[in-house]
């Protein structure tokens, strides 16, 4: 009987009903059982899709440029698929608020499929999850998915980096710290825009971008373009579309593996890393001593690390 | 011997030698042997500093203010810990540099350590080896440590919800991401600092912030106070030191140890994920298998869970 549901289930989803994708989101979302039986299916379905991973700092305006973006495609025929990742909104409705705003724009066409997701707390696996919902919407027929990262950190750079496309935005004359960012996300972005481009600093921001990227060579022949971009204006977003196009034809094939290989090697680590605190976890008794073991380490009366050894001693 | 030299280590840190502390903090970030036998000895010597974290948009003046209190605190007697978490920059110098620049302000002064920390890549635990960093400089007799993050996300979140008074600093108008970071570290503020206070916008920032304060009514009686400074020119410095005193006294014994609670689980939950995978990659042959598994999810010939489950299996 599972067998049978199951199949129907992923019928549904290939099939491209909005409804069925959204459960089976939700269902890698909470890595309830079953999500493996799942996927294991779905995986089969993916590798059509255009997988474009959009990061960059807060007040850049990610979310019009998506938007924008996201329209120009569906002018163009193609479904899309838009995945909002907001790993600094643990608790409160921020993730669904933002879904709320898009909806206004986008949220009648059935072409277009948005979903935000944010941290399911302690436990982690918002990338793990994130990535199992684009192969979800890659199966349906997404022909080309838009991941957005809200934040600017190791996680939304981790998932940036599972893209086929990483496009960084950023925006004229944001301060000290961008420098700090930008040498962080230099090397993760394929494209880079900047966005408000009718502000003041365009001309400063575009050539410290310039020198910053010519220190950084790549290990390939793709010089990452600098688009400008006023989203809210539809300004650029042509040259966008334009430049994801044109980096996914540049590419060798030995680079699309190479690509593959290094997705394929983080997905399997970070889902191992959450099977394996999921099983020590659910081991008989492990929870009770957890809680004594807090308190004690809580209290000095022991280290974090003999507390950890005393589990996997049970383990 | 190891015993022995752990010891003759365990003294030079307790003793405050910064070359020792360097060293010891260097262990902790490699994960290498010997930085559990440390850090079980390091423990009981700690808990006698005040941790602050601060974190807020790219762009809001962290490192000015940052460095700004950390002066203050100087002139008080206090020795003082820095440390800049940086986990956007997973390969560039960009937490060297921000060292460098650092130094300049700081570096000459002896009651002043400061250390910047990036992520080491796929295994993770930039989160871990920050804590176990504080307790440290903890151990070291820096009575005031400053755990500053770089970006907006999940792991800074995380790192900021491990001090002892958590600062979320603002900037007026910096646009409509800043809702949805505003909203997502809400939680997590004990104190708002709208840094950057003669630029125009600060009395909306303050109103805006006010109004998101009344939404999210904390689970004890205190009432996080806005704090506007402008780092560059040192003003405000002195309140938002008041400000983080405050708090400290306005705790009851019941909330110091609910937090100290809610730290030693998550401490021990890293750590406890952290091994768990270095214990399942460290299995006989499992680096092998690990190559043959991306290989072939990156062929799509596999997909990534049952991939896992073949791990598994061995382990």
């Known amino acids: 009987m599972i067998e049978v549901s199951q199949t129907a ?26 999500a493996a039986a799942l996927m294991k299916q779905v995986f089969e379905h993916t590798g059509r899709s255009i997988v474009i991973g959009i990061t960059g700092a807060p007040g850049a305006g990610k979310s019009s440029l998506v938007d924008k973006l996201a329209l120009l ?12 990742v907001d790993p600094s909104s643990p ?23 948005i979903r935000s997701m944010a941290t399911r707390g302690n436990l982690g696996g918002l990338a793990r999850a994130t990535v199992d919902a684009v192969s979800i919407l890659d199966a349906a027929g997404y022909t080309r998915i838009i991941v957005e990262t809200v934040g600017v950190g190791q996680d939304e750079v981790e998932i940036v980096k599972t893209a086929n496309v990483s496009v960084v935005v950023l925006v004229p004359g944001m301060g000290d710290d961008v420098q700090a960012i930008k040498a962080g996300i230099m090397e993760i972005g394929d494209i880079f825009v900047i966005n408000k481009a009718d502000r003041d600093g ?11 990227l010519s220190l950084a060579p790549r290990g390939d022949a793709w010089q990452p373009p600098i688009v400008k971009t006023i989203a809210t204006e539809s300004q650029g977003i042509e040259e966008l579309a334009t430049a994801i196009a044109s980096f996914k034809e540049s590419q060798l094939d030995s680079e ?3 690509r593959q290989k290094s997705i394929a090697r983080w997905r399997i680590l970070e889902l191992l890393r959450e099977q394996l605190l999921a099983r020590a976890l659910d081991q008989p008794g492990t929870s009770e001593a957890l809680n004594q073991l807090v308190d004690e ?16 001693k049970n383990g």
Do not use: C, H, W
Not at 91 to 113: C, E, P, Y
């Open 91 to 113: 608790f409160s409705g921020g993730a669904i608020l933002g879904d709320r705003i898009r909806m206004q724009t986008l949220g009648l066409d059935k072409g277009v499929f």
């Open 202 to 212: 365009v001309f400063a921001t575009e050539k410290e971008l310039e020198a910053l």
């Open 256 to 258: 699309v593996q190479d």
């Open 73 to 84: 495609y569906r002018k163009r025929g193609e479904r899309v698929g838009i995945i909002a």
């Open 9 to 34: 289930e992923l019928e549904d989803i290939v099939g491209g009903n909005p409804r069925a994708v959204a459960r089976a989101i939700s269902k890698v979302e909470d890595g309830v059982q079953g």
């Open 297 to 312: 380490v809580a209290s000095r009366r022991r280290d974090p690390y003999s507390a950890v050894e005393e589990i996997l």
